[in-house]
């Protein structure tokens, strides 16, 4: 079974600084997707970053990039020049490359941007 | 393109009660998941429908809690009787695709929060 773990439940961040938020995970498979999702408190999931296991290369969605360590099994999210609306919370999700599309999600990580 | 539709946004209703909450795909996604979310987690599958059937109902609490999806098109999912632990956002969630093809995450509604008293 795989597992997502989110060490951090809460981080701050001043505006215009950089944060970066931990995620782990646990599983056997070799082909599988990585996600990150905001969730603000509208409550709708909205998705930032997507990370393919198979790509060395690391994602970039604009001011938001991932450190995709594939051996360590870790997935951490970088947001820069943090603005106000970035405030929310963060989900790290899993999900197996098979025909479900099942997606399996940390604890979530709250953020809150400071002015 | 229309997001996910989802009603109510909020319910409040006595244990042992009944609820039914309602979703509305995005037009053409053959795919829709309810998601549980409870305050402080990370949401949870409950149940995965492709078109009008049941692809993953492994975490469903098939004693109290059942899901349909008519014509491959709106769902709804029903709780009966409620218990206090199923206070949580309920989310649905849609995609158009199926089968082994790149995945690029899903769209999910806004969900229907309700509280068990």
């Known amino acids: 079974a795989q597992t997502v773990t989110q060490s951090q439940p809460e981080m701050s961040v001043q505006e215009a600084e950089t944060v970066t938020l931990s995620c782990t995970y646990d599983?056997?498979?070799?082909?599988?997707?990585l996600f990150w999702y905001k969730q603000p408190p509208s409550r709708q999931m909205i998705l930032v970053i997507r990370?393919?296991?198979?790509?060395?290369q690391n994602a970039t969605e604009n001011r938001f990039s991932v450190n995709f360590q594939k051996a360590a099994k870790s997935f951490s999210l970088k947001i820069s020049d943090s603005q106000l609306g970035d405030t929310a919370m963060y989900f790290c999700?899993?999900?197996?490359?098979?025909?479900?599309?099942?997606?399996?999600f940390g604890q979530g990580t709250t953020l809150q941007v400071k002015p | 393109e229309a997001g996910v539709a989802q009603s109510p946004r909020y319910k409040i209703i006595e244990k042992r009660q009944s609820v039914a909450f309602w979703c509305n795909p995005i037009s053409g996604h053959a795919t829709l998941y309810w998601y549980q979310q409870i305050l402080g987690q990370g949401p949870k599958l409950l149940i995965q429908f492709q078109n009008n059937g049941v692809v993953d109902d492994s975490q469903l609490p098939k004693d109290r809690f059942s899901a349909e999806r008519l014509k491959g098109v709106d769902s709804t999912l029903k709780i009966q009787p409620a218990k206090l632990e199923d206070s949580a956002v309920y989310l649905c969630?849609?995609?158009?695709?199926?089968?082994?093809?790149?995945?690029?995450?899903?769209?999910f509604g806004s969900g229907t929060r309700l509280t068990v008293v």
């Open positions: 999700a899993f999900m197996k490359r098979s025909n479900t599309g099942k997606l399996i």
């Open positions: 969630a849609s995609s158009s695709l199926t089968g082994q093809q790149d995945h690029y995450g899903y769209t």
């Open positions: 990370q393919e296991a198979y790509k060395q």
């Open positions: 599983t056997s498979e070799n082909n599988y997707y």
